[in-house]
């Protein structure tokens, strides 16, 4: 029996999340797009609707994912279709390695080469991203984006939509404030702020950004 997948958004993350559902055994994918019917294809995948005609259509999908880099954007829609009745299951890459005493909610996607260590838990809406790492005990809030390469040491709490910049790291029991932007590259070492932006190593708060 096939089984169908919707992915909100036909972007270049979209595109990864796609081959992700494919390889959780989804046998067809559509997109929707608030481009539509402006766009109509991402790559060889059907763009098929816009954002209100996925809600028109929310019972039809076995599984819908909200595929938007945006961490406010992606939350938001996301709680909108569940609290409309949709079906998020998380998507865990075959190649990702998640401990069974990890704890991942629904809407989240785990890529390639990602590692979640035992007793961490990873909330709604979530991207840990390619090759990225959340060691053990770690407490990530809903909206979180991890990106490539990013890696968080033990005991690591992030705040509800935060973003953990490519090939950023963080010391152990650190806290990263809700909505807080942690820059590429940057090495943490003290907590950061709600909201604020750090970058460098050891990271500072992004002048522009006090
Ligand atoms: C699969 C995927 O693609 S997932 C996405 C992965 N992408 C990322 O992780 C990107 C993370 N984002 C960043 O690092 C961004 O540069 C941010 C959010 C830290 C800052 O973005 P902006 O506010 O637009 O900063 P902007 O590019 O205007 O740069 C402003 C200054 O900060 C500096 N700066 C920007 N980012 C960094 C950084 N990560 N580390 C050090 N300095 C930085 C710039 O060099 C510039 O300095 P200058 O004023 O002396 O010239």
């Known amino acids: 029996m096939s089984s169908v997948c919707a992915i909100l958004g036909a ?25 539509w019917p402006h766009k109509l ?39 909108e279709i569940v609290e409309a009745g949709a079906k998020c299951p998380p998507l865990i890459h075959p190649k990702a390695i998640v401990s069974n005493y990890a704890q991942i909610k629904e809407g989240t ?14 909330g709604e809406a979530c991207v840990l991203n390619t090759n990225s790492c959340v060691d053990h005990d770690c407490a990530l ?3 979180v984006h991890i990106s490539p ?13 935060a973003w953990v910049g490519i090939g950023a790291q963080v010391r152990q029991q650190i806290k990263i404030g809700p909505e ?20 460098g190593n050891p990271a500072k708060i992004k002048v522009s950004n006090r």
């Open 141 to 143: 809030q809903d909206g």
């Open 180 to 199: 807080a932007v942690v820059g590429a590259g940057a090495t943490v070492v003290k907590d950061v702020p709600k909201g604020k932006t750090v970058v």
């Open 11 to 35: 972007s270049g993350h979209g595109k990864v999340v796609a081959e992700l559902a494919e390889l959780n055994g989804y046998s067809e994918i559509k997109f929707f797009d608030d481009a």
């Open 41 to 79: 294809q991402v790559e060889h995948w059907s763009v098929v609707g816009n954002t209100q005609s996925l809600f028109e259509s929310i019972d039809s999908y076995d599984c819908i994912v909200v595929a938007i880099g945006n961490n406010s954007v992606r939350y938001s829609k996301h709680r």
């Open 109 to 122: 996607v785990v890529m390639a080469g990602a590692a979640v260590n035992p007793f961490s838990t990873i």
């Open 149 to 161: 390469n990013a890696s968080l040491a033990g005991a690591v709490q992030v705040g509800e939509k």
